[in-house]
């Protein structure tokens, strides 16, 4: 997908989104046909894009009430219930989206309206949490491991901030981004943006941190994680409007199975047989799905089907709803962090009382038993990649002793370069 084409199926698909999902304002459309108000309506739109994409249910903004200032839109999420208030601003640059000298930049500094597009978002009233998106709209540079050189000013210029010129009391996720799809029309764009936890700093911080720690405060911050994996997936446009795959809306062959349902499978021994999908996983390296079936006679079978090109495509924007039921696909494990991630899915619903059956030789046993059963699991947890760790598999990250195993975290980042 080239840059223009992100543009305009962008922009065509966001209108849709918060058509179908709230209503399109008579005085949006008005600013989208303005040349002097279309650049913040059109990142307004790419963020409204984002919330909806990410879980959210947005609730607009009379912009024609002049008797007091507010933010574009509220949402709230529907993972946790939790409503924020949302602000977007993007910089405005000389001979980008119509923009001149009378109300744009020409400075080449990508941070050079940071600050004050930060202050101008905070000036706004919020009753409840707020999310602020700023898009620097500057060239894409980046570094040799693809990092936008950006991102180390931005954080140093937002942590500065936070020090010197916050307001005590004053919180907000920030996330700053640089859409560059329209400054590479004829290009395969490249798409990145960087959170920052203004007065938060258990939010995307550097540091050595144990594994405990870093499970908890993403599951408090799982909403801004949410933002920014539906951020980086912009403009994510649908193949299909009724939900169904592509391999087989488009009238292709499909031999996807849904579990629970009955099938003939007619490679099974020399007749055939009849079974129910009891269970079903890919296996990418070799385009086949195992499916699990348990055929009239109560025996259980393991069958083996090829995938065309098209139906793994599908399974890869989809792995948890494939096979018709939402189920966690398989993850690869990359560092610690992702192994305890997985072991904490295993073991969520583990009783207590087998838990500390478990943790019987822990030189700590009698801590163990003050603990509740949340707090067991992430101990279990983090005790077992901390063997894994000390057994010698490899992954990423290494942390620091078994019994308080810590993952290095750097500078967090996201970019997504769109095909």
Not at 99 to 122: E, F, Q
Not at 252 to 259: A, G, Q, T
Not at 323 to 348: H, L, N, S
Not at 358 to 382: D, G, T
Request: with cysteine; aromatic share 10%.
């Amino acid at each position: 997908m080239t840059g223009i084409a992100a543009c305009y199926l962008g922009l065509s698909y966001s209108l849709y989104l918060l058509d179908h999902n709230v209503e399109v304002q008579e005085r949006l459309v008005k600013r989208l046909k303005d040349p002097g108000n279309f650049q913040g309506a059109y990142y307004e739109l790419i963020v409204a894009n984002t919330l909806i994409r990410a879980g959210f249910t947005l609730t607009l903004e009379d912009e024609a009430d002049i008797t007091s200032k507010h933010c574009e839109f509220a949402v709230v999420s529907k993972h946790t219930r939790k409503k924020y208030w949302v602000e977007a601003k993007m910089r405005a640059v000389v001979g980008i989206f119509g923009k001149t000298d009378r109300d744009g930049t020409s400075d080449p500094k990508s941070t050079s309206h940071l600050i004050r597009h930060l202050n101008a978002a905070l000036r706004k009233p919020a009753a409840d949490e707020r999310l602020i998106f700023i898009d620097l709209n500057t060239e894409v540079d980046c570094l040799d491991d693809g990092k936008p050189r950006w991102v180390e000013t931005a954080a140093a210029r937002l942590e500065q901030y936070e020090v010197k010129e916050l307001q005590e009391g004053t919180r907000a996720y920030v996330f700053v981004t640089n859409m560059a799809c329209h400054r590479m029309l004829d290009q395969l764009p490249h798409l990145a943006a960087f959170p920052f936890g203004l007065g938060l700093p258990d939010f995307n911080r550097l540091g050595d941190f144990r594994l405990s720690e870093t499970y908890r405060w993403r599951q408090k911050h799982s909403d801004a994680h949410r933002i920014l994996a539906a951020l980086i997936k912009y403009p994510q446009l649908p193949s299909t409007f009724d939900g169904s795959l592509p391999s087989e809306a488009f009238g292709r062959k499909s031999s996807r199975v849904l579990i629970g349902e009955t099938y003939f499978f007619d490679d099974v021994g020399e007749s055939g047989t009849v079974g129910t999908v009891t269970t079903a996983t890919v296996i990418e390296a070799e385009k086949e799905a195992w499916v699990g079936i348990t055929d009239s006679l109560g025996r259980g079978l393991i069958l083996r089907q090829p995938m065309s090109d098209d139906e793994l495509a599908d399974y890869k924007d989809h792995p948890d709803a494939y096979f018709g039921r939402i189920q966690a696909p398989k993850k690869q494990i990359r560092e610690p962090y992702e192994f305890f991630e997985v072991c904490m899915d295993t073991y969520k619903d583990q009783t207590r009382e087998i838990l500390l059956e478990f943790m019987q030789s822990a030189p700590n046993l009698a801590e163990l038993r003050k603990l509740s059963r949340e707090e067991l699991v992430i101990a279990y947890c983090e005790g077992i990649t901390a063997s894994v760790q000390a057994s010698g598999f490899q992954m990423r990250a290494q942390g620091r002793g078994e019994s308080t195993p810590e993952v290095r975290s750097s500078r967090g980042w996201h970019h997504n370069d769109i095909h």
